[in-house]
C-alpha cells in the first residue's frame, strides 16, 4: 500500500549553498551503504546490515530542518538517519566494523549506533521499539521547557507494533513536539504491506487528533518543506505530527537478501525511475543552481571521504577484552 | 543502624520502640516526595497515580503538593508509558513510571529489556537511563492469577537493571531515594501486602545501597534467607524455631540484583545451613540463584544441603481454599529448618 501523496506544501526555498549541503549528505548516505555491501560481500565486516538505498531523501530532508540538539530515534535500517543528523564517517564505520574507535566502541554494531552529541538517542532493533523512546524525549523536552523536538523514524513495518499508537495517543493527549516519520518503504522484511496493513496509514494518526500527512519521500524538497512546517509548529507547542513518506527500498531487506523472491524486478526498475538522488540532481541542473562538474566534484569528494573512513576503521584496534563488561552499569 | 560483629550493618528492629512509626506506603510516598523536592527533574508517570493517588493509595497528597505537570496520570499503556519513561531518562529526566501491578510488567518487556537494559551498554556508555520503575509483587490479596505474581526473578535475570525488594518501611524509604539518585533503571517491587505495614523510619534523611543484604535476626543454627513479606514469614518462622531450641539468622538482601552474596555466604559459613525463602515461582527463580550462590560460597562449611522454598509453580488460584496452599507460611519454613537442623534433610 502507498499512501496517495498529499499535494505539494509550499515550498520553502533552501538557498543553493544549503541545496548543495543536503545533496552532499545524499551522496554521503548513498555512498557510505554501497560501502558497506561492499564491506559485506568481501567479508571484511562482521554480521549482516540493512541498507538506506533509496530512501535518502527522508533522513536528509528531514534532519536538514533540525537543530543539533533536537533529538531523533532511529531504525535497524539506521545509518541514514545518524549520517544526516550528523555523525562521521569515521566512527560509523569503526562500529560496523566492531571496533573500540566507533559510537558505541565496537557493543552496537550498525543496528545501535547513538551519539548523544548529535542528538541520536540511539539506533534499535527492535522494530517500533524507540516510538515510546521518542515519545519520552518528547515529554522532557516539555518538562524541561526548551523549545526542543524529537523525530521518531520508523518503517511501515512498525505499523504493525501497539507500542507506536500508545506513544502518538500520549503525544496528542500531551502536545508532545514529536514528529512520527513513517518511512512507507512498501515491506516489512520480506513481505509486502498490503498484506500487514490495513485501512489508512495516515488515518491511524489522524484518529488520535494528530497532524497526519502523507508525502512524496523520493522529493527531498517536499519531504524537507514539509518537515518544516510540521517541526516548527511542533516547536511552537502545535503538538505532534505523523508523515508516511511513501519511498522504495531499492536494495533487499539486507545486504545478504539478494534474491527478492517476494517482489519483481520490474517494479524495482520503475522505483528506480525515481531515485532521490537523480531527482534532486536534475532538479539542481535544470534550475541552473549547479553545473554537472560540481555535482561530480561533490560525489568525487564523498568518495574519498569514505575511502579515508574505511581505512581509518579497517586500521582501528578491536576492544581489548576487558571492555566486555564495562558499561553494563553507569 | 548498628554495626553486627562481623561488619554487617543492621537496620533498626522492625518493631523498635520509641521511633516514629510509619507505613511502608507512607515511606514510599516519603522517598518519592523527598526526592521529587530535591530534584525538579523527578517526575511520575502511571495509571491513577495522580487525582486517584494509586489504586492502593500510596501517592495521595503528590498531585497537590507537585501538580500535574510532575504527576502525571497516564492512560492504560503499560508499554507507552515505560518507553516514556525511558525516552525522558536519556534526555535527562529521573522518571518513576508507575505500573499498577507485578503482573503488568509482562507488558513492559521490551521497554525494560531490551531498551532500558541495553541502552547504557549499547551507546558503548553514552547514554545513560535513570528510571525507576515500581511495581508490585505478592499473591493473598484473593485477586487470582494476573493480578497476585511475584515477577521479580525475570528481572533479576537481566544484565543492566537492578532490582530492589523492601520488606520493611525503613528499607523501602531507603532504597526508593538510592533508586532515584541511581543512573541505572531500577525495577521496585513493593508487596502489596505490605503497605499497611508499620516500622520504625527516623525523621531525619537518609538513604541505602543498592546491593547490601540486611541481617534481619541474628542466630547460629541456620541462616534463612527471606525476600519481601517473606521476611515476616521467615521472622515468624524464627521465633517457633527458637522455642524448640533452633537458633535462626535471617538475612534480607533487599536487592536480587545486585546481590550481596558476601554476607549470604558468610553468613551460611557460620550456621553451617541455608534455608531460601521467596515468593516468586520456586522453578527458575531467584531461590535457585541464591542456593547456588551459596552451594557455589559455603558448600564446605554446609552440614545439609541448601533448602529453598518457592511459591507452588501454578497460577495463583483465586479460592482462598486454594491460594494459601501456593504461598509459603512459617510452618513450611519451621518443617524443612527442623528436618535441615535434624540431618535428615
Known amino acids: 500500500m502507498s499512501e496517495k501523496n498529499d499535494s505539494n506544501p509550499n515550498e520553502t526555498e533552501l538557498d543553493t549553498e544549503h541545496w548543495l549541503q ?24 562482521p554480521g549482516i546490515t540493512h541498507l538506506y538505498i533509496g530512501e535518502e531523501a527522508i533522513a536528509v530532508g528531514i534532519c536538514e530542518a533540525l537543530r543539533q540538539d533536537d533529538y531523533i530515534t532511529s531504525t535497524h535500517r539506521g545509518h541514514g538517519h545518524c549520517l544526516a543528523k550528523g555523525a562521521d564517517l569515521d566512527r560509523m564505520f569503526a562500529e560496523l566494523l566492531g571496533k573500540e574507535a566507533g559510537y558505541c566502541r565496537g557493543k552496537g554494531g550498525s543496528m545501535h549506533i547513538a551519539d548523544q552529541e548529535t542528538g541520536n538517542l540511539g539506533a534499535n532493533g527492535i522494530v517500533g521499539g524507540s516510538a515510546g523512546i521518542a515519545t519520552g524525549a518528547g515529554m522532557s523536552i516539555k518538562l524541561r521547557g526548551t523549545d526542543q523536538v524529537s523525530v521518531c523514524f520508523f518503517g511501515d513495518g512498525a505499523l504493525g507494533q501497539g507500542l507506536l499508537y500508545e506513544s502518538m495517543n500520549m503525544a496528542q493527549l500531551w502536545k508532545l513536539p514529536v514528529i512520527y516519520v513513517c518511512e512507507n518503504n512498501q515491506y516489512g522484511e520480506y513481505t509486502h504491506n498490503s498484506k500487514t496493513a490495513a485501512g489508512s496509514m495516515v488515518g491511524r494518526a489522524s484518529g488520535f487528533g494528530v497532524h497526519a500527512q502523507a508525502i512524496d519521500g523520493q522529493d527531498i524538497r517536499t519531504v524537507h518543506a514539509t518537515a518544516r512546517l510540521v517541526i516548527e509548529r511542533a516547536r511552537k507547542g502545535g503538538g505532534p505530527a505523523f508523515l508516511v513518506c511513501n519511498t522504495y527500498r531499492f536494495r533487499g531487506h539486507h545486504v545478504g537478501d539478494i534474491d527478492r523472491p517476494y517482489r519483481t524486478r520490474e517494479e524495482e526498475a520503475e522505483w528506480a525511475k525515481r531515485d532521490p538522488l537523480t531527482l534532486l540532481e536534475d532538479w539542481l541542473l535544470k534550475s541552473e543552481q549547479a553545473e554537472k562538474q560540481v555535482l561530480e566534484r561533490i560525489q568525487q569528494e564523498v568518495k574519498t571521504a569514505v575511502d579515508d573512513a574505511v581505512a581509518f576503521a579497517e586500521e582501528a584496534s578491536f576492544p581489548s577484552e576487558s571492555e566486555v563488561d564495562r558499561h553494563v552499569y553507569a | 543502624m548498628s554495626t553486627l560483629e562481623n561488619g554487617t550493618r543492621c537496620s533498626p528492629a522492625i518493631h523498635a520502640p520509641g521511633e516514629r512509626q510509619i507505613t511502608f506506603g507512607q515511606a514510599i510516598r516519603e522517598a518519592i516526595a523527598e526526592e521529587m523536592a530535591r530534584d525538579e527533574n523527578v517526575f511520575v508517570i502511571g495509571e491513577d497515580v495522580a487525582e486517584a493517588g494509586s489504586v492502593f493509595k500510596v501517592l495521595v497528597g503528590l498531585l497537590d503538593e507537585f501538580g500535574p505537570e510532575r504527576v502525571i496520570d497516564s492512560p492504560i499503556s503499560e508499554a507507552g508509558i515505560a518507553g516514556i519513561g525511558v525516552g525522558a531518562a536519556i534526555t535527562g529526566m529521573r522518571p518513576i513510571v508507575d505500573i499498577m501491578f507485578g503482573d503488568f510488567t509482562t507488558l513492559v518487556m521490551d521497554q525494560l529489556v531490551n531498551q532500558a537494559a541495553k541502552t547504557h551498554y549499547m551507546s558503548g556508555g553514552k547514554l545513560t537511563v535513570p528510571m525507576v520503575l515500581r511495581t ?100 515468624e518462622a524464627a521465633d517457633k524455631l527458637a522455642s524448640i531450641g533452633i537458633s535462626a539468622e535471617l538475612i534480607d538482601p533487599r536487592t536480587t540484583n545486585p546481590l550481596d552474596s558476601d554476607t549470604l555466604i558468610q553468613s551460611a559459613k557460620k550456621t553451617s545451613r541455608a534455608l531460601v525463602l521467596d515468593e516468586g515461582y520456586r522453578q527458575y527463580g531467584v531461590t535457585g540463584e541464591i542456593a547456588s550462590v551459596i552451594a557455589d560460597g559455603a558448600f564446605y562449611y554446609l552440614d545439609a544441603p541448601v533448602k529453598r522454598i518457592g511459591a507452588m509453580n501454578v497460577p495463583v488460584p483465586f479460592s482462598p481454599a486454594m491460594e494459601d496452599l501456593t504461598i509459603p507460611d512459617a510452618d513450611d519454613v519451621v518443617e524443612t529448618a527442623k528436618a535441615m537442623c535434624a540431618g535428615d534433610s
Request: proline letters at 6%; glycine letters at 6%.
Open chain 1, 22 to 45: 543536503a545533496y552532499e549528505q545524499m551522496v554521503k548516505i548513498r555512498t557510505f551503504e554501497e560501502t558497506a555491501n561492499d564491506l559485506y560481500t568481501s567479508a571484511r565486516m
Open chain 2, 136 to 235: 508490585t509483587l505478592g499473591a493473598s490479596r484473593r485477586s487470582a492469577a494476573q493480578h497476585s505474581q511475584s515477577l521479580h526473578a525475570l528481572f533479576s535475570h537481566i544484565p543492566g537493571l537492578k532490582v530492589a525488594l523492601p520488606a520493611t518501611p525503613y528499607d523501602a524509604k531507603g532504597l526508593m531515594k538510592t533508586a532515584i539518585r541511581d543512573d541505572n533503571p531500577v525495577v521496585i517491587f513493593e508487596d502489596k501486602m505490605l503497605y499497611q505495614e508499620k516500622g520504625p523510619v527516623p525523621e531525619e534523611e537518609y538513604t541505602l545501597p543498592l546491593g547490601q543484604a540486611d541481617v534481619k535476626r541474628t542466630g547460629e543454627d541456620i541462616t534463612i534467607i527471606a525476600t519481601s513479606s517473606m521476611v515476616y514469614v521467615g521472622l
